[in-house]
């Protein structure tokens, strides 16, 4: 039966790795046509990083990238000794991760993500 | 050489270091095809008389970042700013060879764009990181602000304090809703021009003046 694997990922487990730990099984999972959903989103230099190594995995009639989709961040309005150490409130949430050539956004507000999902 | 001239150079050097003003380094950033070279192009040409890049309607024509330096822009109130600016290609999460090939190109030189352009994407993320001082993101006022890669790119920029100017460009169309950005990213200004008619880039030297000083 041909089919498409996706993976959840809790808070708990990803509390637990490294930032170079979730961005490698983010993509090797993803590479392998496997749909990836974080409970909690990635930190900004998280997905600097994912951005970079995901352009250097690319290979022509292989892996040509993923889709990204996630809520928008909560972000309320910092109070004064957050500003003043420059620290905002923003909180990644959920996310969804796929294959460029297998996962599509449908649609996307506040509060629902609609994906469609390809068989390779 | 004598020992004056030896204590005459290190101290020359060492107030030279010390008292050298910081180059400051704006990136200009966004999706491919926003209009990111026709504005470098376009600040480099009405404040040095020279451009940057070559323009064209295939994605990701800028394959590399490139650095304009000593660029002297003024003010109304006689205030000016010397910057370099970077022009960087189009930062995205996916790059497929075979859209190229609906532009004419050769299967061969597709791949070698898409590659080129893999590249330049991870050169630009690396640039943000260690070599940028303030960002003009660049979208293109016609397309939807609230696709993933701005949430990302805002965020990362964000998270590394650099102010930020957001250029909401082709206002010239008649689909542009520089509104529709105003509302995507309210934390940050929001310019509308046209690079391309060059309508209120005025506006954004202004804001650039007070912004990144």
């Known amino acids: 039966m041909e089919g498409i694997q996706i993976d959840l990922i809790s808070e708990e487990r990803l509390a637990t790795m490294t930032s170079m730990e979730k961005i490698r099984m983010i993509l090797d999972d993803v590479r392998r ?4 959903i974080l409970e909690k989103g990635l930190a900004p230099e998280e997905q600097s990083t994912l951005i970079e190594m995901t352009m250097r995995e690319i290979l022509p ?15 309320d309005s910092p109070g004064f000794l957050k500003r003043l150490l420059g620290k905002g409130t923003s909180e990644s949430r959920l996310t969804v991760i796929g294959p460029a050539n297998q996962l599509r956004m449908i649609k996307k507000d506040k509060d629902v993500i ?3 999902i390809s068989t390779r | 050489m004598s020992i004056f001239i030896q204590t005459r150079n290190r101290v020359s050097k060492f107030l030279q270091a010390f008292f050298r003003k910081k180059r400051t380094r704006i990136g200009i950033y966004g999706p491919p095809n926003a209009g990111k070279t026709t504005l470098a192009n376009r600040i480099a040409r009405d404040w040095t008389g020279e451009e940057m890049g070559q323009v064209s309607e295939i994605p990701h024509e800028t394959r ?3 650095r304009k330096s000593d660029i002297t822009i003024s003010g109304s109130n006689g205030s000016s700013i010397t910057i370099d600016i970077v022009d960087t290609p189009g930062v995205t999460t996916k790059i497929d060879y075979m859209e190229f090939l609906e532009y004419g190109v050769t299967r061969d030189e597709a ?11 991870a050169e630009a993320m690396h640039w943000l990181r260690e070599d940028i001082d303030g960002v003009i993101y660049m979208l293109d006022s016609t397309e939807d602000p609230f696709m993933q890669v701005n949430i990302m790119m805002i ?12 250029a909401a460009n082709k206002i010239d169309l008649p689909a542009a809703s520089p509104q529709r950005i105003r509302s995507a990213f309210p934390q940050h200004p929001v310019i509308p ?3 391309l008619e060059g309508k209120n880039v005025e506006d954004l030297y202004e804001k650039m003046v007070n912004h990144f000083r």
């Open chain 1, 33 to 36: 046509g496997t749909i990836v």
């Open chain 2, 111 to 121: 791949v070698i764009r898409a590659r080129e352009a893999t590249e330049g994407v």
């Open chain 2, 64 to 66: 590399r970042a490139s």
């Open chain 1, 114 to 116: 609609s994906a469609w």
């Open chain 1, 61 to 75: 009639d292989g892996f040509n990238g993923i889709e990204i989709e996630t809520y928008p961040s909560r972000a």
């Open chain 2, 193 to 195: 021009i046209s690079c």
């Open chain 2, 155 to 166: 965020g990362i920029i964000e998270s590394r304090n650099l102010p930020v100017i957001i």
